[in-house]
Structures are given as structure tokens and as C-alpha cells.
Nanobody, 125 residues
Framework: LQLVESGGGSAQPGGSLSLSCKVS????????MGWFRQVPGKVREKVAS????????VVADPVKGRFIISRDNTDNTIYLDMNNLKPDDTATYYC???????????????????WGQGTQVTVSS
């Protein structure tokens, strides 16, 4: 599988950005995809995840109410709409593909089989 990300960039606090990740190759509806983020010196953390069927979107508490994950099954693409951005959202964001365990609260790095190349999101005034 190949995951290609696009989007990201810079925004001011309170602003919005969107990310997309297109997956190429054979996928299964019982698998899942998600978004992680990482800042230098810290562990990569899960931000949001969704089943390949498009069901059961889950977002992490730090971004709940601000970030929305969605999937377009006609294009095998997932999206992350980021609203009301905060400086703490600054990170490199990675698209991930893995098992349905990605949706679990403790479904982290070990649930990922494939990664995107990463895209930078910077929030500052």
C-alpha cells in the first residue's frame, strides 16, 4: 500500500486547515485509517481514526469538537478537517493504515502497518 498526503501548511490560532490522504493498493473494509501527529522529542500520538467502511470515526480528546475525520470511499481518501487551531496543534501529521484496533483508545503505533510521508502543520500568530 502507498499513502500520499496533501494539505497542511500554516495558520493563525483560531484558523482552519485540511489534510487529505489517498491510499493506493488493495484495502479491506475491515481495516482502518487514521491520523497521528508528532513534535520533535515526543512520541507520535493518535489524533483520529476511522474504519475503511467510513463508519465509527473517532477523535482524540485534545482535538474533540475541533477536528473531523472523514472518508471518501469512491476515492480511497481520508480527510482531516482541523478547525479552531491552537499553537499546540503544531506538529508533523502522518496518515496511517492498519487494523481496526486503530479505533480503540489504546490502539496506537502497534496497530499501524503503513505510514504516509508526513505533512507539517504550523499554528502561530
Amino acid at each position: 500500500l502507498q499513502l500520499v498526503e496533501s494539505g497542511g501548511g500554516s495558520a493563525q490560532p483560531g484558523g482552519s486547515l485540511s489534510l487529505s490522504c489517498k491510499v493506493s493498493g488493495s484495502t479491506r473494509s475491515t481495516d482502518a485509517m487514521g491520523w497521528f501527529r508528532q513534535v520533535p522529542g515526543k512520541v507520535r500520538e493518535k489524533v483520529a481514526s476511522i474504519m475503511n467502511s467510513g463508519r465509527s470515526p473517532v477523535v482524540a480528546d485534545p482535538v474533540k469538537g475541533r477536528f473531523i475525520i472523514s472518508r471518501d470511499n469512491t476515492d480511497n481518501t481520508i480527510y482531516l478537517d482541523m478547525n479552531n487551531l491552537k499553537p499546540d496543534d503544531t506538529a508533523t501529521y502522518y496518515c496511517a493504515y492498519g487494523s481496526a484496533a486503530l479505533l480503540a483508545s489504546d490502539g496506537g503505533l502497534g496497530s499501524v502497518d503503513y505510514w504516509g510521508q508526513g505533512t507539517q502543520v504550523t499554528v502561530s500568530s
